[in-house]
């Protein structure tokens, strides 16, 4: 059984920063991609960052380029998102996802396996 749990959230300072983790079992993730997803209240939830865990190749939302970094521990089966340089337009759930073979999906639909989400809330 899949299963992944998201940490690492909660109310951080416009400017500061927080790291997610993804802790992840039941998957062989050198066929995954794995990614980051928010959803902010009334919007669609939308792509941020995604890892190819075997290459360990990394896509970003031009929103947070530059800001956010993605990042696995093949040890740990754990995918991280440190988050810097916080504004409140980030302020959201983040979901970690993954998706079952090798190109990489900004769409919510193509993929798999999803947490429970860890609440971000950046304030002014």
């Known amino acids: 059984q899949v299963q992944l749990v998201e940490s690492g959230g909660g109310l951080v300072q416009a400017g500061g920063s927080l790291r997610l983790s993804c802790a992840a079992s039941?998957?062989?993730?050198?066929?995954?991609?794995m990614g980051w997803f928010r959803q902010a209240p009334g919007k669609e939830r939308e792509f941020v960052a995604a890892?190819?865990?075997?290459?360990?190749?990394?896509y970003y939302a031009d929103s947070v380029k530059g800001r956010f970094t993605i990042s696995r521990d093949n040890v740990k089966n754990t995918m991280y998102l440190q988050m810097n340089s916080l504004k409140p337009e980030d302020t959201a759930v983040y979901y970690c996802?993954?998706?079952?073979?090798?190109?990489?999906?900004?769409?919510?639909?193509?993929?798999?396996?999803w947490g429970q989400g860890t609440q971000v809330t950046v304030s002014s």
């Open positions: 890892i190819r865990w075997s290459s360990g190749r990394t």
């Open positions: 996802a993954g998706r079952l073979g090798s190109y990489y999906s900004t769409s919510v639909n193509e993929y798999d396996y």
């Open positions: 039941g998957l062989t993730f050198s066929n995954y991609v």
